[in-house]
Nanobody, 121 residues
């Protein structure tokens, strides 16, 4: 509980950009794939993107792959989600997660508390 800490959320106008960051302790960062999910009001939690522990492989949802990019910083032990050309439908609480592989993130063992992203039209 509380081992993944998200930052960088907020409000932005449609077409704008935001970058989310997730900090993790070394034992998690150096072992697990890490990624992002989001959940809008009244909707199920949706996978957004993930990156392998090595940083070599990524998995990005089709709905955002032309606009969002995931990266990791080994020195800072953070994973970032760069979100460009934001749309009102991107509005959601975004969650950081750490799981076994970039393809099995739904069964992640570690989750952040979530951070709000609001895109106004």
């Amino acid at each position: 509980q509380g081992e993944l800490v998200e930052s960088g959320g907020g409000m932005v106008q449609a077409g704008g950009s935001l970058s989310l960051s997730c900090a993790a302790p070394g034992r998690i960062f150096n072992t697990y794939a890490m990624g992002w999910f989001r959940q809008a009001p009244g909707r199920e939690r949706e996978f957004v993107a993930a990156i392998s522990w090595s940083g070599v492989s990524t998995n990005v949802a089709d709905s955002v792959k032309d606009r969002f990019a995931i990266s990791r910083d080994a020195d800072e032990k953070t994973v970032s989600l760069q979100m460009n050309s934001l749309k009102p439908e991107d509005t959601a609480v975004y969650y950081c997660a750490a799981g076994n592989t970039i393809w099995t993130m739904r069964s992640s063992e570690y989750w952040g508390q979530g951070i709000q992203v609001t895109v106004s039209s």
